[in-house]
């Protein structure tokens, strides 16, 4: 947590933007496994602990955007949690830490929310992303749940405050990326022919937990690198392979997260062919970061990626024509089929809970229909004190490859037949994350090996 007053401050500034009504900020519960003793670790709410710093299940938070005056609600702990569980902050106690001047038990919100209500003042909620958050506004609100609607001048407020870093946040990020470096680093070492891929994962995770963090994200670490998103399984590792690693974890005491991506040769060798298209996802890259800057859009980036992977796959003879012409038509989302990156903070892609393009597009940007590219998350404009990932990839999709060459889908743009030879290829995604900052960007954090060969090393130092 960072001192009372940094929380004082941003609710205040939350209070100036909003003017008026009364702001209603819900801390996320407990979520149950299966039943309710048994639950899932806990992960506060972002736009909660931004405002409220508590990092504990059950809490609330009022900011009177009139007075400026705050409360934080939440149930004091009966004997049976202090035995259970052990001793934990009174509920003034956190109040104070994060310089909140008032503290209430939670019944006492209904009342402070229908006084309001009554008195003809707007009540400013989030949109809610957990259903049980939905039902409670629903009843706060004297509204159905599916009725409860967010408000925008509230959303936009919180997003135009949360996107742009302080030096303090920024520290922590790097402090998650610090973590973040282990853990790669572990998964270097540990891509070895013989290994499971859950062996691998473990160790990644234990990297954070034993340094007091956790994991940001479930971690992706796989051989089937051309599922953007496939997670550990019993494959045993075999010398050749690729070993794709997506993982974060946040800070611990401030819970800002890291998301980095790195691509082991298993055994400790890129052969040929690896390296043809490891340097390609790593020269986009490097495009991409050093292109980063305050006024340029995140789209252009996104761009900047798209043709630079797609020269080389005409040069690898996987595409066939004009590099702008095949990025203007989506010829190249068969091998990169996402965006660009996304923000990074308090959660791991960055105020997606409020609304992916209100985040991400708001009124400067409009999302594209392509496939591939419409899954770019932010296409706004940068500035400084923005956090964003910077991770191009290339894929080698079977199902896509072998649907889109059914379909005859960019027959005169793909060579389908040299496309099947790479089929068993797997992918390369290279992400690090990136500070704005008023002249250029900042690559956050220790350097992670990312060069071939520092890989290469940090793999055979492992053997
Ligand atoms: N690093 C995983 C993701 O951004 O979805």
Redesign the pocket.
């Known amino acids: 947590m960072f001192a009372p007053d940094t929380y004082a401050a941003r609710r205040a500034a939350l209070a100036d933007a909003v003017s008026g009504g009364l702001i209603v900020l819900l801390g996320n519960n407990a979520a149950p496994m299966n039943y309710a003793a048994n639950h899932y670790p806990f992960r506060q709410d972002g736009s909660f602990r931004y405002y409220a710093g508590a990092d504990a299940p059950g809490l609330a938070l009022t900011i009177d955007a009139d007075s400026g005056e705050a409360t934080l609600y939440g149930r004091e702990a009966t004997i049976e949690d202090r035995v259970w569980d052990g001793e934990r902050p009174s509920v003034a106690d956190r109040a104070s830490a994060a310089d909140i001047p008032d503290s209430a038990p939670p019944d006492a919100l209904g009342g402070v929310v229908a006084a309001a209500r009554q008195a003809g003042r707007t009540i400013h909620v989030l949109p809610p992303y957990r259903a049980e958050h939905r039902i409670r506004l629903g009843n706060l609100l004297g509204v159905a749940p599916e009725a409860v609607e967010a408000s925008d001048v509230l959303t936009d407020a919180v997003i135009a405050q949360r996107l742009v870093k302080t030096p303090q946040e920024v520290s922590e990020i790097e402090h998650a990326i610090a973590i973040a470096d282990e853990m790669h680093r572990t998964a270097m070492w540990m891509a070895q022919p013989g290994r499971t891929e859950f062996e691998v994962a473990a160790a990644i995770e234990s990297a954070a937990t034993s340094r007091g963090s956790y994991l940001s994200?479930p971690a992706?670490v796989t051989t089937r690198g051309e599922v953007?998103?496939h997670r550990a399984g019993s494959h045993v590792l075999e010398a050749g392979e690729l070993l794709l690693h997506?993982a974060?974890c946040v800070a611990p005491n401030s819970g800002y997260a890291s998301?980095i991506?790195r691509v082991s040769p298993v055994g400790g060798t890129f052969s040929e062919r690896h390296r043809a298209i490891y340097d390609l996802v790593l020269k986009a890259q490097e495009a991409c970061i050093a292109g980063c800057a305050p006024g340029v859009s995140f789209r252009d980036l996104h761009d900047l990626s798209s043709k630079t992977l797609a020269a080389g796959l005409v040069d690898l003879g996987l595409l066939k024509g004009d590099v702008d012409e095949l990025v203007a038509e989506g010829a190249h989302t068969l091998f990169f089929h996402h965006g660009l990156g996304?923000p990074l903070g308090l959660d791991?892609?960055d105020l997606e809970g409020l609304g992916e393009d209100r985040v991400g597009y708001a009124d400067e940007a409009s999302r594209s229909t392509q496939f591939g590219t419409k899954f770019l998350r932010f296409a706004r404009e940068l500035r400084p004190g923005h956090v964003m990932?910077v991770?191009p990839g290339l894929y080698f999709n079977a199902v896509l490859i072998e649907l889109w060459r059914s379909e005859g889908r960019y027959a005169d743009a793909v060579d389908y037949d040299e496309a099947q030879q790479w089929v068993g290829f797997g992918g390369v995604r290279i992400?690090d994350d990136v500070l704005i900052t008023d002249d250029g960007h900042r690559v956050l954090g220790p350097p992670i090996p990312k060069r071939p060969e520092d890989v290469e090393a940090a793999v055979q130092g492992g053997a």
Do not use: A
């Open positions: 994200f992706i953007p998103h997506d974060g998301d991506t996304h791991v892609h990932t991770e992400e």
